[in-house]
């Protein structure tokens, strides 16, 4: 499809275990980002990619998180020893290289750790 | 640290009257400001933008003010229709990341 993917759209997950979150942004888009929204606040900034690099990751919680984008297209979100504050909705959004460019959005992937 | 602020976490209007939803920042680093909609299961989408240059930007039924001495933006509807009902982001744009507000819940009732 043209749009942001998200896969999977919900995981459920026990305590302790780890977790992988994929976006597959939009063709040709060079920015992404991932978000984590709670139910009832807007989205949480975790991590901006410009191509291959984190250019700004100063959004993550903690050293339990992870992402990359080794090839500036495909992006993975790794979550080590999950907690049951971790459960969210994981956004994905890419948007073009100009900085007044929108952001689009993927579904998100729903995180459940019980 | 909130660096945007949606201060309404709901707001209910009436179909055809003018709905405002509003926001405020802190951080005037940010150049560029954007709202979303968000509607049950889906990613939030973009609905207008505004660069700090400007003091308004129209769309349709939808104009953004920003007010910069004040560090507050808001989003007018007019006129609000029921397909409008959904949550709106306030979100701003500065060097690398953008940040959002709580959202703001918006019904409109016919």
């Known amino acids: 499809g043209a749009g942001v993917s998200q896969t999977p759209s919900n995981k459920v997950t026990e305590k302790g275990k780890y977790v992988e979150l994929r976006c597959d942004p939009i063709s040709g888009h060079t920015a992404l980002y991932w978000y984590r929204q709670s139910l009832g606040q807007g989205p949480e900034f975790l991590i901006y990619?410009?191509?291959?690099?984190?250019?700004?990751d100063s959004g993550l919680p903690n050293d339990r998180f992870f992402a990359v984008r080794p090839e500036g297209s495909v992006s993975t979100l790794k979550i080590q020893r999950t907690e049951r504050g971790d459960s969210a909705v994981y956004l994905c959004?890419?948007?073009?290289?100009?900085?007044?460019?929108?952001?689009?959005f993927g579904e998100g992937s729903r995180l459940t750790v019980l | 640290d909130q660096q945007v602020k949606q201060n309404s976490p709901s707001l209910s209007v009436q179909e055809g009257r003018i709905s405002i939803l509003n926001c405020d920042y802190t951080?005037?680093?940010?150049?560029?400001f954007l709202w979303y909609k968000k509607y049950p299961a889906e990613g939030p989408t973009f609905l207008i933008s505004?660069?700090?240059?400007?003091d308004k930007n129209e769309d349709g039924r939808f104009t953004v003010f920003l007010n910069k001495s004040a560090k507050h933006l808001s989003l007018h509807i007019v006129p609000s229709q029921p397909g409008d009902s959904a949550v709106y982001f306030c979100a701003a744009r500065g060097n690398n990341d953008m940040r959002f507000g709580a959202g703001t819940r918006l019904t409109v009732k016919p």
């Open positions: 959004a890419s948007g073009g290289s100009g900085k007044g460019g929108e952001l689009f």
């Open positions: 505004i660069s700090s240059i400007k």
């Open positions: 951080n005037s680093m940010f150049d560029y």
């Open positions: 990619f410009q191509g291959t690099g984190a250019a700004d």
